[in-house]
C-alpha cells in the first residue's frame, strides 16, 4: 500500500520491523515464564478490589419477579446468589443479590465475560443505565 502513503516499504524495513517484533514477544513470553512482571516502565496500573464487572445498558421492572438489569459482563463471573454492589459514579447506590441469570430466553448459573445477560435482582435497587454492579466486597 505504498501508494496510499507516499512510499513503498523495502522487503527490509518489512523484516527488520517483523524481528523487532519477535525479539519484544519472546522476551515478554520469557519474562511470563520466569514471573517477572511484564509491565517494566510507565505509569502503575490501577487495579480495582474486584475484577468482576457488569457494565449495565438498561433496566426494566418486571411485576411479581423484580427488577432485572441488562447489560454484558466486562470482565470475571457473576453467578446466581452472589451478593452485589450497584456503583453509580464511583460511589455505591445500593446492595443486592443476584436472583437469577438470563441469556436469550435461557436460565444460566452463571454470566462470564463478553456475554449479553439480564440480572434478576432480588429486592428493590437504585439501577439505572451506565451504573457498573460488582461483587460485594466481604466482610
Known sequence: MGWLFGRKREPQDANET??????????????????????????PLAVATSSTEFAVEDVFTITGRGIVATGTVTSGVLRVGDAVVVVRAGTTTGSTEIAGVEMFRKTLKEATPGVNVGLLLRGKVDVARGDVIRPAPSA
Open 18 to 43: 517483523l524481528r523487532r517484533y519477535n525479539e519484544a514477544e519472546a522476551a515478554r513470553l520469557a519474562d511470563m515464564a520466569s514471573g517477572a512482571p511484564t509491565v517494566a516502565t510507565g505509569e
